[in-house]
């Protein structure tokens, strides 16, 4: 019988394409309904769980939902059908249906909604509007006799060491020459005590981040053969992050505000979308934040851009914006969101090709535009 796929594998995935360590503060990321160990052949992504997407999803025979917004964003003190969202999350747990929120995670994760939105704008140079806090790491050095150097680097690397960026077991080597001189006291495991002796050596350098600094230390120390294993460690400055909150980058061409509202539209495929700023304003450098980002009007203009694309900002954010001299492209909400639910989709049929997996086919943007009957 095959293996079958649980919700736990697939959540773990999902925490690699949006490490939950980028999400917000206030969000609630993460496996939010359901069992773990419960068993997967069939997922939807949608960018909201509503009583329609909720059907869908039951109707289908989905086990799992992937949602970009969070249900029970707020804490709730009970599960009643006496209102809408109680009987909705009710009606998927009785059908066995888990439901997932990578949300702000994968707003700033690598290859997340932002990158997408930057990818097809045409941007380049794209860096975090807001970086990321980078954990604080240090370098590990350990001098190593030659038999126990994968011995001890297997150690180290499971008990977190050696990971950079995307890479892991990451580490140098190079061979050397150590010597030591034990005391009569002393229980040498090479040579003997009370003379100096000289031992090929290898010496062994990984990162590791400051949190884990005493676990690898610790396991080092179990697989090290020395009596008193010789290491350094060594504080690391803070290195910039590669991952945060929004983008922003440059477009190969700048261009007047109203082309570069026209190259929005075209991208996302929508229809009319409100501007703040002059039409004829040369547009090159651009912030993205999607959803609801109006809070990066300061970042955006501090960082020497033309304009912020979001999907949605207030009358008065409106007003800083044009205060600060940065003009704001305002797609809508679902439109800036709604292009990530498909790349999940994709990228789960990818990583498991025996799951059925499809983006909500019946979910559309609840706010519409109705044209003016006034003679032009």
């Not at 977190?160 to 030591?180: H, N, P, Q």
């Not at 120390?221 to 980058?249: I, K, N, S």
């Amino acid at each position: 019988m095959p293996h079958m796929l649980t919700v736990a594998q697939v959540a773990e995935c999902l925490d690699e394409i949006a490490p939950r360590s980028l999400a917000e503060s206030w969000d609630n990321v993460g496996l939010i309904v359901g069992d773990r160990q419960a068993s997967v052949t069939r997922v939807m992504t949608c960018l909201t769980v509503t009583p329609t997407t909720a059907r869908e999803a039951i109707d289908r025979g989905a086990h799992l939902i992937v949602t970009h917004h969070p249900v029970l964003f707020r804490p709730v003190q009970r599960l009643t059908t006496d209102e809408p969202q109680g009987r909705m999350l009710l009606e998927l747990i009785r059908a066995g249906v888990a439901v997932y929120s990578p949300h702000t995670a994968y707003d700033g994760a690598a290859g997340g909604i932002n990158d997408q939105l930057a990818a097809r704008l045409g941007l380049a140079g794209c860096r975090p509007l807001r970086p990321a806090a980078r954990p604080a790491e240090c370098k590990i050095v350990v001098f190593v006799p030659h038999g126990d150097l994968e011995k001890v680097s297997r150690a180290m690397f499971d008990a977190g060491a050696g990971v950079i960026g995307e890479y892991r077991e990451c580490s140098f080597r190079v061979g050397g020459r150590g010597t030591f001189f034990g005391s009569e006291a002393s229980n040498p495991t090479v040579g003997q005590a009370g003379r100096r002796e000289e031992v090929d050596e290898f010496r062994l350098e990984m990162i590791c981040p400051q949190s884990a600094t005493a676990p690898v230390l610790a396991a080092m120390r179990a697989a090290h053969r020395y009596e008193e294993p010789a290491y350094d460690v060594y504080p690391l400055a803070p290195q910039p992050a590669r991952v945060g909150t929004g983008r922003v980058g440059n477009l190969a061409v700048p261009e007047p505000l109203e082309q570069f509202a026209r190259r929005v539209q075209s991208a996302l495929g929508i229809g009319p979308i409100l501007v703040v700023g002059p039409r004829e304003r040369v547009v090159g450098r651009v912030a993205i934040g999607c959803g609801s980002a109006a809070e990066f009007i300061g970042d955006a203009a501090a960082r020497g851009c033309d304009v912020l694309l979001t999907g949605e900002a207030t009358f008065h954010r409106q007003l800083e914006a044009e205060a600060a001299g940065l003009a704001l492209v305002l797609a809508g909400h679902f439109a800036t969101e709604h292009l990530g639910v498909g790349n999940l989709a994709t990228r789960l049929s990818q990583r498991f090709p025996a799951v059925t997996v499809w983006s909500s086919e019946a979910e559309r943007d609840p706010a519409y535009l109705i044209e003016s009957n006034r003679p032009k």
